[in-house]
């Protein structure tokens, strides 16, 4: 893929997608962005602004395959990652292949689930594989877990640990549309739900090409050290309880050679890196005097503050022609 063919990947993914999601053109991108880098999405946001749309609306977009699973404090771990029942037609025992054997696995109310089976979701979003009774399946490529919760509600959920929030490339909220947009949802929904007409705009091996050509965008040595510098803030700051870890600083600098890709540039600039950089981190940070539920809105804060004090390299140090 080169540079033409992934802003034409773009373009069509966030076409489709607004004939549904009106409104949210940054949001859009920035789950385009995260798909672009292999990486899982956290949708937070109270109920009724679309989460559970937005992920049907990209998993439509694609030609490949999408499974949602509501999740609920009965649900088990094998549910999601499969479990070997006796056959007794074969007279052998048998894998059944459980919800995350798909290319989009939309994860609903992720925090409405046990404890136990939150964590069945670790090795998949991490390793891209399953382990079941000492067996190692991988799973299918690409793969993306869209993760949706309600920060409102509390009572009979089990919030995410650190480690689970950890894997999630990005967290991000829907929020409410403008009046403009309210009014044209309205509109678009008065006969057929739109995305009910959504067809594919592309393929699985266009969306896993387009990872391919991310990881090629040139990142120079200033910028990397600009990413570290940002990352090292969190570290240091004696506001932040938990600081972002070394996964969060690939992570960024990934999110940051996507957003490159998606603009039609071969190299990163420190402007890419401040446009990703509070959905990137934001989640990865605990402030002191907060807990995980607490933490978020101050979080944004920090990084902020941090954007603005960090040295930013000079244009001549990543700057590449052509």
């Known amino acids: 893929m080169n540079g033409t063919e992934m802003k034409n990947v773009t373009a069509a993914l966030r076409n ?19 798909l672009f880098c292999a990486g899982h999405i956290l949708l937070e946001d109270i109920p009724g602004t679309g989460k559970t749309t937005l992920a049907k609306a990209l998993s439509k977009s694609i030609d490949c395959r ?3 699973v509501q999740f609920t404090p009965d649900l088990l771990p094998s549910d999601l990652t499969g479990i ?3 056959n007794q037609k074969e ?6 292949e459980g919800s995350v054997f798909t290319n989009i696995l939309l994860a609903d109310e ?3 689930a046990t404890p136990r089976t939150q964590s069945s979701l670790l090795e998949c979003m991490e390793e891209y594989q399953v382990t079941v009774d000492g067996e190692t399946y991988s799973l299918a490529s690409p793969f993306l877990v869209i993760a949706t919760q309600n920060p409102i509600e509390i009572q009979g959920t089990f919030p995410l640990p650190e480690a689970q929030l950890d894997r999630f490339f990005m967290k991000l909220s829907v929020g409410y549309p403008n009046e403009k947009a309210e009014a044209q949802m309205l509109s678009n929904l008065i006969d057929v739900h739109p995305i009910d007409t959504l067809t594919p705009v592309c393929t699985a ?3 896993i090409d387009a990872q391919d050509y991310v990881r090629s965008i040139t990142v120079a040595d200033s910028v ?8 090292n803030g969190t570290r240091n700051n004696d506001k932040i309880r938990l600081g972002v870890s070394p996964r969060g600083t690939l992570s960024l600098m990934r999110a940051s050679q996507a957003k490159a890709a998606m603009d039609g540039r071969s190299y990163v600039t420190p402007d890419d890196v401040k446009s990703v950089a509070p959905d990137v981190l934001n989640h990865r940070i605990i402030c002191k005097g907060y807990n995980l539920t607490q933490s978020s809105a101050a979080s944004y804060e920090l990084i902020d503050m941090l954007l603005r004090q960090t040295e930013v390299p000079t244009e001549s140090s990543y700057y590449v022609e052509g």
């Open 205 to 207: 091996k266009e969306i």
């Open 84 to 86: 070997n029942f006796f």
């Open 91 to 96: 007279g052998d025992f048998v894998f059944r």
């Open 66 to 68: 999408f499974k949602r």
């Open 16 to 34: 489709n997608m607004e004939k549904v999601i009106v409104g949210k053109e940054e949001v859009i991108d920035k789950v385009i962005l995260s």
């Open 224 to 231: 990397k050290k600009y990413i570290v510098r940002l990352v």
């Open 110 to 112: 992720i925090n409405r």
